[in-house]
């Protein structure tokens, strides 16, 4: 009988720097002051999606691996921005940090380049960084001004680097783990 073939959960993503993750840890204090159901994303975690690529096979994980080592890279120049909340039916769901700097966007658009003819082009790409999961909100309006003002430092940082990731959902929470990495000056 032959076993089927495991499927990978994988995605690109970008890394942050010790300074922004404690920026991350000051604000995300901040933002538990608020009474809510949900959880803080693991600080081991942060990371910013430049595509979410599903579950694919081996096979697959070769030719994105073999694709984006394609893909030019020059240091970006990026920035903390604002605070905000996504929200699904009206309930405040994900609570963000926006990530600013044009050359996240043109790594993006590089990325859905190399891949095309394999992947979707992302439709609605937004630069940001997860920093909360909500489940429940007694006071939608209250939280959403609450957050408006936890203030973000004013925080500039390079970014040298992209991954290949994998996720593995366990019973305590994701895990992810680099399939590959690049850029960076002497790395290929």
Do not use: C
């Amino acid at each position: 009988m032959e076993s089927e073939e495991e499927l990978i959960r994988a995605f690109i993503a970008i890394r942050f720097p010790d300074e922004v993750i404690r920026e991350v840890a000051r604000v995300q204090e901040e933002v538990g002051k608020w009474k809510f159901t949900g959880k803080m994303t693991e600080l081991e975690n942060l990371h910013l999606t430049l595509k979410f690529l599903g579950e694919i096979d081996a096979e697959k994980v070769k030719e994105v691996e073999k694709r984006l080592g394609g893909i030019k890279l020059e240091t970006m120049k990026l920035k903390l921005g604002k605070i905000g909340a996504f929200h699904i039916l009206g309930k405040p769901r994900i609570v963000w940090i926006k990530i600013e700097g044009k050359e996240i966007w043109e790594l993006q658009k590089k990325v859905d380049d190399a891949l095309e003819g394999i992947f979707k082009r992302e439709e609605r790409f937004m630069s940001h960084l997860t920093i909360a999961r909500l489940k429940y909100v007694k006071d939608k309006k209250g939280f959403d001004e609450y957050i408006k003002g936890v203030g973000i430092k004013d925080i500039s940082f390079r970014v040298e680097d992209f991954y290949l990731m994998r996720s593995e959902l366990l019973y305590l929470g994701p895990s992810y783990n680099i399939i590959k990495e690049y850029g960076g000056k002497y790395r290929k």
